[in-house]
């Protein structure tokens, strides 16, 4: 009789995701990234009335670097990785692009070989283009401002952005989509299997969805491996599915992607 065999080790540190705890947001890329790939990881500011005090102390604004020799972190989202910095110290990293490019290979999101690995960032990189024009619709003046303040310069900043930008760029991932179909199915942008590629660009265009309801409409038949194909299929992903029907998946509201009637199609 074959022994039994021994308990596998831990193959992934414990995560903490720094953010805030009311709206999706920036952190959304990164909770995504968890989910599909089923590891675990903690959001303090989402599991407790203190645990936003951990965000707002990494991101203080007197900071010059912590005990573990990390640098200041300017705005969350950060990431917290036990025993991963300099000497076994806590390593600290923000920026959303700079955290998806650590998580993606130790994930398994980052695509087969070294090639898939630029294509994967290049196209999150993208992806997140499109999510910083998005913001821009509802404050293309001034970030401090209210909407209502710079409405006027909304409503020209949202009607290029559905014009001209949101077609140049859907325009571009249905070609990337194409030319991986072969490999992806119509449904993953690089290889054969889900990237963070995949999972950046799906939250883009779930939240344009909530924000742009009737362009999104108008729009989906001129992109069909988008609409059809990419953005159903990501759903079902195991993970995902089961984390956007839970309690953890935070509902849009006044964060990156905001509703404004007056913005959308008319």
């Not at 720094?18 to 303090?44: K, M, N, Q, T, W």
């Not at 130790?106 to 998005?134: I, S």
């Not at 409409?217 to 001129?222: I, N, T, V």
């Amino acid at each position: 009789m074959t022994a039994p065999s021994p308990k596998r080790p831990r193959t992934h540190p414990a995560y903490t995701l720094l953010y805030h705890p009311s709206v999706p947001g920036r952190g959304e890329y990164i909770r995504l990234a968890f989910e599909a790939s089923g590891v675990s990881y903690s959001d303090p500011a989402k599991e407790g009335t203190d645990g936003y005090d951990e965000v707002l102390a990494v991101c203080d604004p007197s900071s010059t670097g912590d005990e573990d020799g990390n640098p200041p972190v300017f705005a969350p989202p950060a990431l917290r990785v036990p025993g991963a910095g300099k000497d076994g110290k806590a390593l600290v990293i923000h920026q959303t692009p700079n955290i998806l490019l650590y998580l993606g290979p130790r994930l398994g999101l980052a695509g087969a070989d070294e090639a898939e690995g630029f294509w994967v960032n290049q196209l999150a990189l993208t992806a997140l283009d499109v999510n910083n024009e998005a913001h821009d619709t509802h404050h293309p003046v001034a970030v401090g401002d209210y909407y209502e303040a710079q409405k006027e310069e909304s409503l020209r900043k949202a009607k290029d952005f559905r014009e001209n930008r949101l077609p140049k760029f859907f325009s571009y991932f249905e070609r990337v989509l194409k030319h991986n179909e072969s490999a992806g199915e119509g449904k993953y942008m690089v290889g054969d299997k889900l990237t963070y590629a995949d999972l950046t660009f799906w939250q883009v265009v779930d939240g344009l969805h909530f924000a742009f309801p009737n362009e999104m409409m108008a729009r989906a038949s001129e992109f069909p491996f988008i609409f059809e194909n990419f953005y159903p299929a990501i759903k079902e992903e195991k993970g995902i599915k089961a984390y956007l029907g839970s309690d953890r998946r935070l509902e849009y509201s006044m964060g990156l992607y905001r509703h404004y009637p007056e913005l959308d199609r008319q």
